[in-house]
């Protein structure tokens, strides 16, 4: 059975800095792709970032240089960093992953989800 485990969510504020991580387990997902989607109160689920089989990454327009997206194939985790965060990055923040290398920035296109972490910033 296949699980996903968000950590590193919090408060934090304009300007600063929060780290999310994801621990994977059931399977491993060192050549598929694994992603962060977000959902703020009264908005549907949105792509953040991604990391595909050959770690390629691709990011939304809106964390383009502010958020990176990386793996950790021995410990089958993937770390969203974010920097220079902004009050509208408020939301809950999902890991997502599917058992394919190609990148999908919908929502459908992801097998396994995690719970979720809360991410608020204040300005």
């Known amino acids: 059975q296949v699980q996903l485990v968000e950590s590193g969510g919090g408060l934090a504020q304009a300007g600063g800095s929060l780290r999310l991580s994801c621990a994977a387990s059931?399977?491993?997902?060192?050549?598929?792709?694994m992603a962060w989607f977000r959902q703020a109160p009264a908005k549907e689920r949105e792509f953040v970032a991604a990391?595909?089989?050959?770690?390629?990454?691709y990011y939304a327009d809106f964390v383009k240089g502010r958020f990176t997206i990386s793996r950790d194939n021995a410990k089958n985790t993937v770390t969203l960093q974010m920097n220079s965060l902004k009050p509208e990055d408020t939301a809950v923040y999902y890991c997502a992953a599917r058992p394919w290398p190609e990148v999908p920035s919908t929502v459908s296109g992801y097998d396994y989800w995690g719970q979720g972490t809360q991410v608020t910033v204040s300005s």
């Open positions: 990391i595909g089989g050959g770690d390629s990454t």
């Open positions: 059931g399977r491993t997902f060192s050549s598929a792709a």
